[in-house]
């Protein structure tokens, strides 16, 4: 888990100032629609960093579920001494539930994290945009759908951009900041400043399909399931091979268990679908485990059993 950032340096730049020079960003109200395994660990990066979050979530218990699932995380950081005991609630203490987009009213930025549906993120961004000031900056965390058609979808396409964590948001330090051909310059710079606030390193993409990591990574997965599917190795020795061949940390088979094969599957389709060929075909045995509902280990079984 993420250990205790400071709260960033004060400065009297306000996140929607005119100017090109930011500075450091003073601590900020971060909105996050979403309170699944991402959505929550957004929430907790950002509370670490000393920024005030208002998570929403469609239902009071889902909401409540967060905030325990925070708790608990931060006290296996206080009982590892990560974490002083007085830190950990000042974090819960910047921490809110609703299940109303409207109070996400204060909020300089909102981040969506919902399911990696394109027609269920355009409506979302619409309601947003009609619910929230003009000045408030949408943002997407999705893994790979096309951000420019997210901010067609307002009357603010110039601040909407992308800020994609990576799971678990809080020990990944990679966010990729996504900008569509919309997206002004002080959106991406606010939306650096404010991922580098909480110790993240940022890097600039374009608004391609897939961005960087996934349009590499998922190639490479879907190759390694065809080649099992081909009768070349078994999914144990592919994975042993590219952990002890590329140093990888993960063999293929259990970075998609961990990922989950439907975002993995919605991952493919989403890349397959801007450069369709025969070879970025997803994988049928991976069409399969999801037909199935194996879906890694959030279910307990997927190419291997947990």
Same mark, same amino acid.
């Given at each position: 888990? +993420?250990?205790?950032? &400071?709260?960033?340096v004060?400065s !009297?730049? /306000?996140?929607?100032?005119?100017s090109?020079?930011r500075?450091?960003?003073?601590?900020?109200?971060?909105?996050?629609?979403?309170?699944?395994?991402?959505?929550?660990?957004?929430?907790?990066? %950002?509370?670490?960093?000393?920024?005030?979050?208002?998570l929403?979530?469609?239902?009071?218990?889902?909401? =409540?579920?967060?905030?325990?699932?925070?708790a608990? *995380?931060?006290s296996?950081?206080?009982q590892?001494?990560?974490?002083?005991?007085?830190?950990?609630?000042?974090?819960?203490?910047?921490?809110?539930? &609703?299940?109303?987009?409207?109070?996400?009213?204060?909020?300089?930025?909102?981040?969506?994290?919902?399911?990696?549906?394109?027609?269920?993120?355009?409506?979302?961004?619409?309601?947003?945009?009609?619910?929230?000031?003009?000045?408030?900056?949408?943002? =997407?965390?999705t893994?790979?759908?096309?951000?420019?058609?997210?901010?067609?979808a307002?009357?603010? !396409?110039?601040?909407?951009?992308?800020? /994609?964590f990576f799971?678990?948001?809080?020990?990944?330090?990679?966010?990729?900041?996504?900008r569509p051909?919309?997206s002004?310059? /002080?959106?991406?710079?606010?939306a650096?400043?404010l991922?580098?606030?909480?110790?993240k390193?940022?890097? /600039?993409?374009r608004?391609d399909?897939?961005?960087?990591?996934n349009?590499?990574? %998922? !190639?490479?997965? *879907?190759?390694?399931?065809?080649?099992?599917e081909?009768?070349?190795?078994?999914?144990s020795?592919?994975?042993?091979a590219?952990k002890?061949?590329? *140093? %990888?940390?993960?063999? !293929?088979?259990?970075?998609?268990?961990?990922?989950?094969?439907?975002?993995?599957?919605?991952?493919?389709?989403? +890349?397959?679908? =801007?450069?369709?060929?025969?070879?970025?075909e997803?994988?049928? +045995? +991976?069409?399969?485990?999801?037909?199935?509902?194996?879906?890694?280990?959030?279910?307990?079984?997927? %190419?291997?059993?947990?």
């Amino acid at each position: 888990m +993420l250990t205790c950032v &400071t709260s960033p340096v004060l400065s !009297p730049t /306000h996140p929607h100032s005119s100017s090109g020079d930011r500075g450091p960003l003073s601590p900020q109200t971060v909105g996050i629609v979403g309170s699944g395994i991402m959505g929550a660990g957004i929430a907790e990066v %950002f509370a670490s960093a000393g920024h005030t979050v208002v998570l929403r979530s469609r239902s009071a218990e889902a909401a =409540s579920d967060v905030l325990n699932t925070l708790a608990a *995380n931060l006290s296996k950081q206080v009982q590892r001494g990560r974490l002083e005991a007085q830190r950990q609630n000042e974090i819960l203490a910047l921490c809110t539930t &609703t299940t109303r987009l409207t109070d996400f009213q204060k909020c300089e930025v909102v981040i969506e994290s919902i399911v990696e549906d394109i027609e269920t993120k355009i409506a979302l961004f619409t309601e947003l945009d009609a619910l929230l000031p003009s000045n408030t900056i949408l943002a =997407s965390n999705t893994s790979t759908l096309p951000i420019i058609e997210l901010a067609r979808a307002t009357q603010r !396409p110039d601040k909407v951009c992308g800020i /994609h964590f990576f799971n678990p948001a809080t020990t990944m330090s990679l966010v990729e900041i996504v900008r569509p051909i919309t997206s002004s310059d /002080h959106t991406i710079q606010y939306a650096v400043a404010l991922t580098e606030s909480c110790g993240k390193t940022s890097v /600039h993409v374009r608004d391609d399909a897939g961005f960087i990591v996934n349009a590499l990574l %998922f !190639p490479y997965l *879907n190759n390694a399931i065809k080649m099992y599917e081909r009768g070349t190795a078994t999914m144990s020795d592919i994975d042993i091979a590219m952990k002890g061949g590329c *140093n %990888f940390p993960m063999g !293929p088979f259990a970075l998609l268990d961990l990922v989950g094969l439907d975002t993995s599957l919605s991952i493919l389709e989403t +890349l397959h679908k =801007s450069s369709p060929s025969a070879t970025d075909e997803p994988a049928l +045995l +991976l069409r399969q485990l999801v037909s199935e509902g194996k879906l890694g280990r959030k279910t307990k079984n997927g %190419f291997y059993t947990y």
